[in-house]
């Protein structure tokens, strides 16, 4: 069973990119590895050009065989995994929206929502409630 989860990023001028990702969406995965491999607003913008992810990696790589598992530890810690690029599937473009606003009120709801704010940080919504640093949590996550 996955633990879905949405990747966001507030643009420069103010517009939101949103895709949704299937496996391993809690704050110790998908959450460590967005505070720790895409605090970069260009990396994170590749990720969100590439549409929805099966698993998020440290990083966007190259296409590989969305069914192929050489070594499926490696390739699940290091890189992304995404239906279209991989799997070939269509409709599964990001969803943008013309500011924060816009994107509270429309975009895709999941258990963990995360969001890189143009102000540089990211944040988390967990199952609908407020949306607080990243690193906050990770650190309430860690001591729990």
Request: hydrophobic residues 35%.
């Amino acid at each position: 069973m996955g633990t879905r989860s949405t990747i966001a990023l507030e643009f420069a001028d103010g517009t939101v990119g949103q895709v949704y990702c299937h496996w391993d969406g809690y704050l110790n995965y998908n959450g460590r590895i967005l505070q720790e491999h895409y605090t970069d607003p260009f990396k994170l913008r590749d990720l969100i050009d590439a549409g929805d992810i099966s698993s998020l990696g440290a990083s966007v790589g190259e296409k590989h065989g969305f069914d192929e598992r050489v070594d499926a530890e490696t390739l699940a810690e290091t890189v992304c995994t995404f239906y279209g690029r991989d799997r070939g599937e269509e409709g599964v473009s990001a969803r943008y929206f013309k500011d924060f606003a816009d994107y509270r009120y429309n975009h895709q709801y999941e258990e963990y929502e995360y969001i890189l704010r143009s102000n540089g940080v990211w944040y988390v919504c967990q199952n609908g409630n407020n949306y607080v640093p990243l690193g906050e949590a990770l650190v309430v996550e860690a001591v729990a």
